[in-house]
């Protein structure tokens, strides 16, 4: 079922508004308010829905007085949460799965989807595959692309999640772009780098006492091990390194002198490759 946000959204928003003020209106005053204030038309029959989903989905500590039969909340301090309420917030919630999407498949992804589902209205039927929101074109207007990456198996994003997590080192079989042939690696797992639409391991290898980094959907055989290993204090790939190109880096930097011209001129003079990049015309 796809979900639209903003009508019932607002709905919501404004009964909550107008229960907390603690005026205990009927619920005719409530309708007539919602209409007049805030240009919300509802039906008897709607009203009544939306209490009841309201105290069901949502806990609302919703009660009608004995002596007026006006709306109040049990407990005061109650309000609902924050909602998707208008469409600027709803195109950000379409921007914000389309930017998840990047990284389906990590472990994180699945906690990401959870917080976001809980900020959102619907929450019991909403997955991020079936957000809608409205019916107009300029909502695909903006779109994020990247470097096209290689699946990564559940089983493999089982084993580092669990290795991250617990400090194991771990074995696998992998294949250099100077290596010909594949060779058993023995790693300690330090931290995973999203870099242009790829995931690589930022590791120590066991065996050659150094820093490596290796593609995720390159390791194969992956198995953990026991042995547990103490994470350094300088493990982060953005600290420890001097110079970097994405997550290619060495221990010191390289002067280099690049000629460009046509396309690749214009194309490169608007990036920031590093940080004591210096870009001047010829001539």
């Known amino acids: ?65 004995f002596e007026t039969n006006g709306y109040f909340y049990t407990d005061p301090k109650y309000r609902l949460p924050r909602f998707y309420t208008d ?42 595959e079936n957000i809608r929101i409205n019916k107009k074109p300029e909502n695909d207007r903006i779109i994020f692309v990247g470097a096209p990456n290689n699946e990564i198996s559940a089983e493999t994003w089982r084993l580092i999640d669990k290795a991250l997590q617990k400090n194991l080192v771990i074995v696998f079989d992998y294949q250099s772009l100077t290596d010909s042939t594949p060779h058993k690696r023995r790693v300690q797992p330090w931290q995973l780098i999203f870099d242009n639409g790829n995931w690589n391991l930022h590791a120590l290898d066991v065996v050659k006492n150094a820093r490596r980094r290796y593609t995720l959907s390159e390791m194969k055989n992956l198995e953990l091990t026991d042995e547990i290993f103490t994470l350094p204090k300088n493990y982060d790939f953005r600290k420890m390194t001097i110079g970097s190109f994405g997550c290619m880096c060495f221990d010191s930097y390289l002067d280099y002198k690049i000629h460009l011209h046509g396309y690749a001129a214009r194309y490169s003079k608007k990036r920031i490759w590093g940080e004591e990049q210096k870009i001047s015309e010829d001539k």
């Open 1 to 65: 079922m796809a979900v639209d946000f903003t009508e019932k959204a607002k709905r919501y928003q404004a009964i909550d508004e107008i229960i907390a003020s603690g005026r205990k209106l009927k619920w005719k005053q409530i309708i007539s308010e919602l209409r007049d204030k805030y240009n919300i038309k509802t039906s008897r029959t709607s009203f009544f829905r939306d209490i009841a989903e309201l105290q069901e989905k949502y806990a609302a500590p919703i009660d009608t007085d």
């Open 87 to 128: 469409e600027n917030a709803a195109k950000a919630a379409k921007l914000i799965k389309t930017l998840m999407d990047f990284v389906k498949g990590n472990p994180l992804y699945k906690e990401a989807q959870e917080v976001f589902e809980s900020l959102s209205i619907e929450n019991h039927d909403l997955t991020l």
